[in-house]
């Protein structure tokens, strides 16, 4: 059965690839085999590669690309289908490369198109020749690019004239982006006049833009330098151009963009002297809407102040849309403008849920779900109120333990409000996103049917705020939480009495200290660009409480730890990264993940807190793996079947973190996409004396990593994404003979095999 499977695999492999990409092309049709640029003077050229690369990629069409042409070759397949759907179309969307087919209309235009961007980085008077070779049905093309040299800038003149603008122009050199002795480019012209009105709006020229800027371009005989005169038009309006100040602030509160004559019933409330509020109902208090805009009657209109007022009114969350208009008053004696801001209204509550299914060897079973409810103004102030709950249970089939093994619920509830609340005062918030303060308090409990009960409280205070679009920082300096081993059977405590760090791992603590998370994505809008996306968070706790302890002596425990509140406290450090990247293959994506993680106990600490160890498995992990069921390190249970306690708990979670994962994703029709998937990974310890296998050591790390991969199936309809993943172990530990492949030992046949190895998750939202 398997060899009948790899030899149909490869004959079907040799059938794509032997295929000839020529044999069907017509009489008068060539394909574009490969094309090259050569610079006749390479001497002359600045930066060959970066320019090479420009002018390559404006060359329409690119030559096929891939081993054996497998594209253009899976296309031609798909194009001898005489349906307009079926498999071999469906592979042809996907997975197809049309022909580069040679034109000679298309040819010219590339030569045109590469002697404008010669022109545009300084290259003038510059040509191209282009050499065709024909071999058969294939046509080489070789572009040959001629010239003098590239031009640099000689001087700099700005406007003579004495008007505010000029003078603004002036004043802007200080920053400017042309620099005498610099390479000529079209770029940085377009780029310094975008600039300059950029600086002009934000000194209250609102009719001012780049249109108004203009150069001369004067090329000096004999030499490869060029002067570069800078001029600004006159408005066709006036005799200058218009410097504004801000007059009244007028909100519509309630505005409809289906019905914007409402805005003529509403009522008129007079906030303060220069801000008046129209509205039907009051949405939200009016000093929080006062606080969101900055500016006031009789500044000079920042351009950059107004879209940070904007920005602030949306990021409350309350509004679906916020527009901005300028009213000009025309019987003022010097430029003045109202502004107007349009709000309209969007759903400020709203529930959503979360469901996951899997399974694990051992006949095992998981489901967990969640829910949560959003209030994003409470009591009318845009105060933000998240509540979720969230719960899970696994069970075993086949023991006499009874219906539930494991439970799990999570409970809980936050307070964000838009602003920075402390006990001074601050300047307020000119960025392009306001700060949030947020309360966060919370319940974990957990039991495992014959082992124990543990619950967890906690409790956050602390700012979130945006730096940047990019950049993302969550700030915690207070962060407590209270364990509590609500129970613990006998043979649990038998089982923990022989495992030291086990032991310690599980007693009544306190964890207080600071949370700190940084966060770094450049997504865009645009679907078809490549990001990265970083995410690391440093938890530290007990520092601050040890050297009061120390320096005030504190009581101590029978095991010689101080306490606080009546209960040791734990002192740890601990880091979690998670590097993403996302690379775009033309209508795919293959995501890549690195997840490694790093907890340090010392001081009044013989470990980290259980609920501070790391562990891998399940849905959003190492999918061919059930949660905590990896590690640490070359740990094998030695069961997998039956109910004792050595069965039904396993110490599966580690001071050292490393995941890495690999997803291809593919659409397949509409809204449901699939995707190919390696994960990779495991957990260890730092220091164990009984079983050094499980520790962590530079020299042989890599020798322990667990790999799984299997196939994925999305339903994607944007607003919810149900996955359901396949996954099957390639290598893992076994019992007496270390980390092993996997692949000799499938056998797809054997139900046994199946329920052993072939892990199903079933969850909402994409894995990372």
Same mark, same amino acid.
């Given at each position: 059965?398997?060899?009948?499977?790899?030899?149909?695999?490869?004959?079907?492999?040799?059938?794509v690839?032997?295929?000839?990409?020529?044999?069907?092309?017509?009489?008068?049709?060539?394909?574009?085999?490969?094309?090259?640029?050569?610079?006749?003077?390479?001497?002359?050229?600045?930066?060959?590669?970066?320019?090479?690369?420009?002018?390559?990629? @404006?060359?329409?069409?690119?030559?096929?690309? #891939?081993?054996?042409?497998?594209g253009?070759?899976?296309?031609?397949? #798909?194009?001898?289908?005489?349906?307009?759907?079926?498999?071999?179309?469906?592979?042809?969307?996907?997975?197809?490369? %049309?022909?580069?087919?040679?034109?000679?209309?298309?040819?010219?235009?590339?030569?045109?198109?590469?002697?404008?961007?010669?022109?545009?980085?300084?290259?003038?008077?510059?040509?191209?020749?282009?050499?065709?070779?024909?071999?058969?049905?294939?046509?080489e093309?070789?572009?040959? *690019?001629?010239?003098?040299?590239?031009?640099?800038?000689?001087?700099?003149?700005?406007?003579? +004239?004495?008007?505010?603008?000029?003078?603004?122009?002036?004043?802007?050199?200080?920053?400017?982006?042309?620099?005498?002795?610099?390479f000529y480019?079209?770029?940085?012209?377009?780029?310094?006049?975008?600039?300059?009105?950029?600086?002009?709006?934000?000194?209250?020229?609102?009719?001012?833009?780049?249109?108004?800027?203009?150069?001369? @371009?004067?090329?000096?005989?004999?030499?490869?330098?060029?002067?570069?005169?800078?001029?600004?038009?006159?408005?066709? $309006?006036?005799?200058?151009?218009?410097?504004?100040?801000?007059g009244?602030?007028? @909100?519509?509160?309630?505005?409809?963009?289906?019905?914007? $004559?409402?805005?003529?019933?509403? +009522?008129?409330?007079?906030?303060?002297?220069?801000?008046?509020?129209?509205?039907?109902?009051?949405?939200?208090?009016?000093? /929080?809407?006062?606080?969101?805009?900055?500016?006031?009657?009789?500044?000079?209109?920042?351009?950059?102040?107004?879209n940070?007022? /904007?920005?602030?009114?949306?990021? !409350?969350?309350?509004?679906?849309?916020?527009?901005?208009?300028?009213?000009?008053?025309?019987?003022?004696?010097?430029?003045?403008?109202?502004?107007?801001?349009?709000?309209?209204?969007?759903?400020?509550?709203?529930?959503?849920?979360?469901?996951?299914?899997?399974?694990?060897?051992?006949?095992?079973?998981?489901?967990?779900?969640?829910?949560?409810?959003?209030?994003?103004?409470?009591?009318?102030?845009?105060?933000?109120?998240?509540?979720?709950i969230?719960?899970?249970?696994?069970?075993?089939?086949?023991? $006499?333990?009874?219906?539930?093994?494991?439970?799990?619920?999570? /409970?809980?509830a936050?307070f964000? %409000?838009?602003?920075?609340?402390?006990?001074?005062?601050?300047?307020?918030?000119?960025?392009?996103?306001?700060?949030?303060?947020?309360?966060?308090?919370?319940?974990?409990?957990?039991?495992? *049917?014959?082992?124990?009960? @543990?619950?967890?409280?906690?409790?956050?205070?602390?700012?979130?705020?945006k730096?940047?679009?990019?950049?993302?920082h969550?700030?915690?300096?207070i962060?407590l939480?209270?364990?509590?081993?609500?129970?613990?059977?006998?043979?649990?405590?038998?089982?923990?009495?022989?495992?030291?760090?086990?032991?310690?791992?599980?007693?009544?603590?306190?964890? =207080?200290?600071?949370?700190?998370?940084?966060?770094?994505?450049?997504?865009?809008?645009?679907?078809?660009?490549?990001?990265?996306?970083?995410? =690391?968070?440093?938890?530290?706790?007990?520092?601050?409480?040890?050297?009061?302890?120390?320096?005030f002596?504190?009581?101590?425990? *029978?095991?010689?730890?101080?306490?606080?509140?009546? !209960?040791?406290?734990?002192?740890?450090?601990s880091?979690?990264?998670?590097?993403?990247?996302?690379?775009?293959?033309?209508?795919?994506?293959?995501?890549?993940?690195?997840?490694? %993680?790093? #907890?340090?106990s010392?001081?009044?600490?013989?470990?980290?807190?259980?609920?501070?160890?790391?562990?891998?498995?399940?849905?959003?992990?190492?999918?061919?793996?059930?949660?905590?069921?990896?590690?640490?390190?070359?740990?094998?249970?030695?069961?997998?079947?039956?109910?004792?306690?050595?069965?039904?708990?396993?110490?599966?979670?580690?001071?050292?973190?490393?995941?890495?994962?690999?997803?291809?994703?593919?659409?397949?029709?509409?809204?449901?996409?699939?995707?190919?998937? *390696?994960d990779?990974?495991?957990?260890?310890?730092?220091?164990?004396?009984?079983?050094?296998?499980?520790?962590?050591?530079?020299?042989?790390?890599?020798?322990?990593?667990?790999? =799984?991969?299997?196939? #994925?199936?999305?339903?994607?309809?944007?607003?919810?994404?149900?996955?359901?993943?396949?996954?099957?172990?390639?290598?893992?530990?076994?019992?007496?003979?270390?980390?092993?492949?996997?692949? $000799?030992?499938?056998?797809?046949?054997?139900?046994?095999?199946?329920?052993?190895?072939?892990?199903?998750?079933?969850?909402?939202?994409?894995?990372?």
């Amino acid at each position: 059965m398997k060899k009948e499977f790899y030899v149909y695999i490869l004959l079907s492999f040799g059938v794509v690839t032997s295929c000839n990409v020529t044999k069907d092309l017509k009489e008068n049709q060539y394909l574009v085999s490969k094309t090259s640029i050569k610079f006749k003077n390479s001497e002359d050229i600045r930066n060959e590669k970066k320019l090479k690369a420009e002018l390559s990629e @404006i060359i329409k069409p690119q030559p096929n690309s #891939g081993v054996f042409k497998l594209g253009l070759k899976i296309h031609q397949i #798909g194009e001898k289908s005489k349906k307009k759907k079926g498999f071999r179309r469906w592979m042809q969307r996907n997975f197809g490369e %049309a022909p580069a087919y040679y034109d000679e209309v298309t040819q010219s235009r590339n030569r045109l198109r590469m002697k404008r961007i010669l022109k545009d980085n300084g290259f003038f008077r510059s040509d191209i020749e282009v050499d065709t070779l024909v071999k058969g049905k294939k046509v080489e093309m070789t572009y040959h *690019v001629l010239t003098n040299g590239q031009y640099k800038i000689n001087q700099i003149h700005l406007p003579k +004239d004495s008007t505010a603008i000029g003078r603004l122009i002036k004043w802007g050199q200080k920053k400017t982006l042309l620099k005498e002795g610099a390479f000529y480019s079209e770029v940085a012209l377009a780029d310094e006049r975008i600039r300059l009105s950029e600086i002009a709006s934000q000194d209250g020229y609102l009719e001012f833009n780049e249109n108004y800027i203009y150069y001369f @371009i004067d090329t000096l005989p004999g030499t490869l330098t060029t002067d570069i005169y800078m001029r600004v038009k006159p408005p066709t $309006d006036a005799l200058a151009h218009r410097r504004y100040r801000i007059g009244k602030t007028i @909100i519509h509160s309630n505005y409809d963009l289906s019905n914007p $004559d409402l805005t003529k019933k509403q +009522d008129t409330v007079q906030v303060k002297s220069d801000m008046i509020i129209l509205e039907n109902n009051q949405l939200v208090e009016h000093r /929080v809407l006062d606080r969101m805009i900055l500016q006031n009657e009789g500044d000079i209109v920042s351009q950059k102040l107004q879209n940070v007022s /904007v920005s602030h009114l949306l990021n !409350l969350g309350i509004f679906k849309f916020v527009n901005l208009k300028y009213e000009r008053i025309g019987d003022s004696l010097q430029p003045i403008v109202n502004r107007n801001f349009y709000l309209t209204p969007a759903f400020d509550q709203n529930l959503s849920g979360n469901l996951e299914l899997n399974n694990r060897t051992g006949r095992f079973y998981g489901i967990a779900a969640s829910g949560s409810y959003r209030h994003k103004n409470i009591l009318k102030k845009a105060i933000t109120f998240n509540s979720t709950i969230s719960g899970g249970l696994e069970t075993q089939i086949g023991n $006499d333990l009874g219906f539930i093994n494991t439970l799990e619920l999570n /409970v809980e509830a936050s307070f964000s %409000a838009p602003r920075y609340i402390l006990p001074f005062k601050v300047k307020p918030n000119s960025g392009l996103f306001i700060p949030q303060t947020t309360l966060k308090i919370g319940n974990d409990f957990q039991r495992r *049917v014959s082992l124990f009960s @543990i619950n967890s409280t906690n409790l956050k205070w602390g700012y979130q705020w945006k730096e940047t679009a990019e950049k993302q920082h969550q700030l915690y300096p207070i962060s407590l939480n209270r364990v509590s081993i609500l129970a613990k059977t006998q043979e649990f405590e038998d089982l923990i009495n022989v495992n030291p760090r086990l032991e310690n791992s599980f007693k009544n603590l306190f964890i =207080g200290g600071l949370d700190y998370t940084y966060i770094f994505t450049n997504q865009t809008a645009d679907i078809k660009k490549d990001y990265w996306f970083f995410k =690391g968070n440093l938890r530290t706790s007990g520092n601050l409480t040890h050297l009061v302890a120390k320096t005030f002596n504190f009581p101590k425990n *029978v095991d010689g730890k101080y306490k606080l509140l009546s !209960l040791p406290y734990a002192q740890f450090t601990s880091l979690e990264t998670d590097f993403r990247f996302y690379k775009r293959i033309k209508k795919h994506t293959l995501a890549t993940r690195f997840s490694p %993680a790093v #907890g340090f106990s010392y001081g009044n600490s013989d470990v980290l807190p259980y609920i501070e160890q790391f562990f891998v498995g399940g849905a959003n992990s190492l999918r061919a793996f059930r949660l905590r069921s990896v590690g640490p390190g070359g740990f094998v249970r030695t069961t997998t079947s039956g109910s004792g306690v050595e069965n039904q708990f396993f110490d599966q979670t580690g001071d050292v973190k490393l995941e890495i994962s690999s997803e291809y994703r593919f659409g397949i029709f509409e809204y449901f996409k699939g995707a190919f998937f *390696v994960d990779a990974g495991n957990v260890w310890l730092l220091n164990n004396a009984t079983q050094a296998n499980q520790e962590f050591h530079f020299d042989t790390f890599w020798k322990e990593i667990t790999v =799984g991969g299997g196939i #994925g199936f999305r339903l994607d309809i944007e607003l919810l994404v149900l996955r359901l993943d396949v996954a099957t172990p390639f290598r893992k530990p076994f019992l007496n003979e270390g980390f092993q492949w996997t692949f $000799d030992r499938f056998d797809f046949g054997s139900s046994d095999w199946r329920s052993e190895n072939l892990i199903f998750n079933l969850a909402i939202g994409y894995p990372f």
